[in-house]
């Protein structure tokens, strides 16, 4: 996904040095390691360990699908911050088992919300809060993304991120964001599949 992102984006382009290996880019001057996190090995046949996810030390550490990950190769992962200064975590994926992985994350941050105003009445409209009321089937079949007081016609460019618990840590932020929130899925879509 690296390289058409890359060779698509004059922009991106300008700022990445070629390297000779498919999980290392250059970026500026920092670097970019893509590693898998699957086990490798065990040591002692206790341990569990990845020789993917050792012997670079990092600043930032982004854990992609963290609910797919054992939760041994995400400690195995963190120890890489072990000497930086900044020690940043970032994790993403689609929540799979209540209070667990990132939805257990989720709950614990203060958990921003993408908030649409409608042009009409002035509410805010949370399409994940409100769905499936969010959703409402026009009388020509066009689904359209409704707001939750005047039922009227919302867009996603009149969104913004919103914090609900402004008062939680704020070491954990967490954002949530689905389908509902693209541009790239037609809602009617989203209504069918749920009905």
Not at 6 to 30: H, L, M, Y
Not at 60 to 79: F, P, S, T, W, Y
Not at 83 to 102: C, M, Q, V
Not at 124 to 148: H, M, Q, W, Y
Request: proline content about 4%.
């Amino acid at each position: 996904r690296f390289g058409p992102l890359v060779s698509d984006n004059e922009e991106i382009a300008s700022q990445v040095s070629q390297t000779d290996a498919v999980g290392v880019k250059r970026i500026r001057k920092s670097m970019l390691y893509m590693r898998g996190a699957r086990v490798t090995g065990k040591i002692e046949g206790i341990k569990k360990t990845s020789s993917s996810l050792k012997g670079i030390p990092v600043d930032r550490l982004v854990c992609d699908e963290v609910d797919e990950m054992e939760q041994a190769m995400i400690d195995l992962a963190k120890e890489r911050l072990g000497h930086s200064l900044i020690k940043e975590e970032a994790y993403l994926s689609t929540p799979s088992i209540p209070d667990f992985g990132i939805s257990k994350l989720y709950e614990e941050s203060d958990q921003r919300v993408r908030e649409i105003k409608c042009k009409h009445c002035g509410t805010g409209t949370v399409l994940e809060l409100e769905f499936p009321n969010c959703l409402l089937e026009l009388s020509d079949g066009r689904v359209i993304r409704a707001c939750k007081k005047c039922k009227k016609e919302i867009f996603l460019k009149d969104g913004q991120w919103i914090v609900q618990y402004p008062g939680r840590s704020k070491d954990l932020v967490g954002w949530w964001i689905s389908q509902l929130n693209s541009v790239y899925v037609e809602p009617g879509k989203i209504h069918k599949a749920f009905n």
